[in-house]
């Protein structure tokens, strides 16, 4: 099956630094997202990027899919930022999303 | 709000017991959903995929008589750990594809058991 490794697995910032996390993946994928886990376990969706570059806020990610990765940026990072990232991809019809080994991020003040 | 809910959030019961959790999608319909299960500290393991009106799939090594899915309905599917033992103890969470936009898989809040 598909293999997704992320990086760098555990991440410390100070409180306004910028930080990129990446994703690679082994196989073509026709769905690619990326998740930030809170402390209570909650999944947030980020962004849906199966190709391409989009922008949210303070967030950004870009998948070059030929390439097999995906890029998440994170500028000005705040406390509320720590938590768990995760990149998820599928490449199949039934969109069975496989998860990433996570980055755990940690935003001191 | 929230477009895939799970219930319950927290759950303790004593081993030999079983626990139902229940996944459902509130404004659209989910032919599929998708079971995992997180350890402390870990990645989301895929344990299977929910069919409504037929079996599930489940995925390599996950015992399908020990974890029990039920797709009875577009919007409703359940996960039932029968005779829980401590090992079972773990974060469980339900995801769902809304079919009206692209290919988006929406996560329900995640359901905690511990096994005493």
């Known amino acids: 099956g598909i293999q997704v490794e992320q990086s760098p697995p555990d991440l410390i910032l100070q409180e306004g630094a910028n930080s990129t996390l990446r994703c690679n993946f082994s196989?073509?994928?026709?769905?690619l997202q990326w998740f930030h886990q809170n402390p209570w376990g909650q999944l947030i969706n980020l962004f849906y990027?199966?190709?391409g570059t989009k922008q949210n806020g303070r967030l950004s990610a870009t998948t070059v899919a030929t390439e097999r990765y995906s890029l998440l940026y994170i500028s000005s990072s705040q406390t509320t930022d720590s938590g768990v990232y995760f990149c998820?991809?599928?490449?199949?019809?039934?969109?069975?999303?496989?998860f990433g080994t996570g980055t755990r991020l940690l935003v001191s003040p | 709000g929230a477009v895939v809910s799970q219930h319950p959030s927290w759950v303790i019961c004593k081993s030999g017991t079983s626990v139902k959790i229940e996944c459902r999608s509130l404004?659209?319909?989910?032919?599929?959903m998708f079971w995992y299960r997180q350890f402390p500290k870990q990645s989301l393991m895929l344990m299977a995929t929910?069919?409504?009106?037929?079996?599930?799939?489940?995925e390599q090594g996950v015992e399908k008589d020990k974890f029990l899915i039920n797709h009875a309905s577009l919007t409703l599917s359940t996960l039932t750990v029968t005779s829980a033992h401590p090992e079972d103890s773990s974060f469980y969470i339900c995801?769902?594809?809304?079919?009206?936009?692209?290919?988006?898989?929406?996560f329900g809040e995640g359901s905690w058991l511990t096994v005493v």
């Open positions: 995801s769902a594809r809304d079919p009206r936009g692209p290919n988006t898989i929406y």
């Open positions: 196989d073509s994928v026709n769905n």
């Open positions: 990027i199966p190709s």
């Open positions: 998820a991809v599928a490449n199949t019809g039934f969109q069975k999303l496989v």
């Open positions: 404004d659209f319909q989910a032919t599929t």
């Open positions: 929910s069919n409504e009106g037929s079996k599930a799939t489940y």
